[in-house]
DNA sequence: AAATATTTTTAGGCTTGTCTAAAAATAATA
DNA sequence: TATTATTTTTAGACAAGCCTAAAAATATTT
């Protein structure tokens, strides 16, 4: 239906809106897709015409219902991958993007149903990231970021807030998964690092640069 | 590494090849390819600028060890794919195909190992097929048509020597699925028509027609 | 062997997706 | 507000992969 370098822009420019920006900018697009300007305008013309998206030269472009739903759709395949890849076949959480970069672009509708089925209907990812359902809906979690949390609730690690492998290499280092409960027991003003307990009673601290890339949620 | 494109006439090739057929020619590519005979050309030269294959104008081709390497390889792939899709998701074998000649495309070594692990090694494909090793061994089956089959020997269901999904369909309705075992009771010269005995005393016919595309072991 | 038919290659062109360099529009600063 | 800086778009070009039409080579008939 639409190529893969198609799937890529919408996908891209999606993520983009959903981080706040409401109007997306050329010049985003092609930092996150490694390309030039110029090929993005290019590209951006053509999924114009194809109504997938809106677009007013020099105002940024927005998704329209149509593109939007083409996005989310290779999310979910995105994400139903990362699952097969991390439940089924043991990669680690820091492997598995990757490969579903490439797999993300497979186009069979029943193969996606089956692979769902398969993997007993996940709602997140490896990631802690929400798996959209079938007809595009996703579950908006209400993590919050280990930094932004309040000293003694009990949290539990459900999320990252940045994917790249060396972040979740340093998370596996730590041994920080996905499930683990913590209370934090310090804030330290001066350099935004966090003291919290595990449980068990371990203590551990976190740098202000770890503690802004994880995702809690409040128990 | 090798793009989509490129890996299918590869294996193409290597296909046509292992039909008997020792320098293939332009057409049957374009045949096999549903492609025109001047694209091949066109592909072919590239394909003998990067030493996958001999190419003499005029005189047909050749894969190299280095392009058989990428075709079995290919192969390898596509068969793991069909296997998953069979044995873990439930598709029909008439209808892994179609979906593994994309996943078959998806580029990483390791995720090949993993599913092939996860799978618990498979030596054959849901159609019978053998499945290249890792190194790109194929142990070649000693399967023969059904209509070459002596009678009085009892005979395995192994494999087709037709892989269109109206076959398969047909042989899910006349419920001849891999593994069942039978004897030729009768050979009818006249229309090339076969009698069988299967396990349980049960008889069944098959024309001609089926009969030369049904794979059988003797036992 | 000459004529005819078939196969294969060449020539030229099209689409997709990319690029660099330059022009145009917008934003920021003096 | 005028100048400068940045962003975005246009212009022109290129590679991959495909096409049609015509030329060249090979195979088959007569
Ligand atoms: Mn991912
Ligand atoms: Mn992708
Ligand atoms: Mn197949
Ligand atoms: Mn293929």
Not at 91 to 100: K, L, R, S, Y
């Amino acid at each position: 239906m639409y190529s893969y370098t198609e799937e890529n822009y919408l996908k891209t420019i999606y993520k983009l809106s959903e981080q706040g920006n409401d109007s997306i900018n050329t010049n985003a697009i092609a930092e996150v897709l490694q390309t030039k300007a110029a090929s993005v305008t290019d590209m951006i013309k053509k999924l114009a015409d194809k109504k997938l998206l809106n677009y007013e030269k020099y105002k940024g472009v927005a998704l329209t219902d149509k593109g939007r739903k083409v996005a989310v759709d290779t999310v979910r395949k995105h994400r139903l991958w990362e699952c097969f890849l991390y439940d089924k076949l043991k990669f680690g959480w820091d492997e598995v993007h990757e490969i579903a970069e490439q797999l993300e672009h497979i186009n069979s509708e029943i193969l996606t149903d089956k692979l769902d089925e398969f993997l007993d209907f996940p709602t997140h990812d490896p990631h802690g990231d929400p798996i959209p359902s079938k007809n595009g809906v996703i579950k908006k979690s209400n993590f919050i970021l280990l930094c932004d949390a309040k000293p003694n609730q009990t949290l539990v690690m459900s999320g990252v807030a940045d994917h790249t492998a060396v972040f979740l290499q340093h998370l596996n280092k730590i041994s920080v998964v996905l499930g683990i409960e913590m209370q934090i027991t310090e804030k330290n003003e001066y350099d935004g690092s966090i003291a919290v307990k595990l449980s068990g009673n371990k203590s551990m601290y976190f740098s202000k640069d770890v503690a802004k890339n994880i995702l809690v949620k409040v128990k």
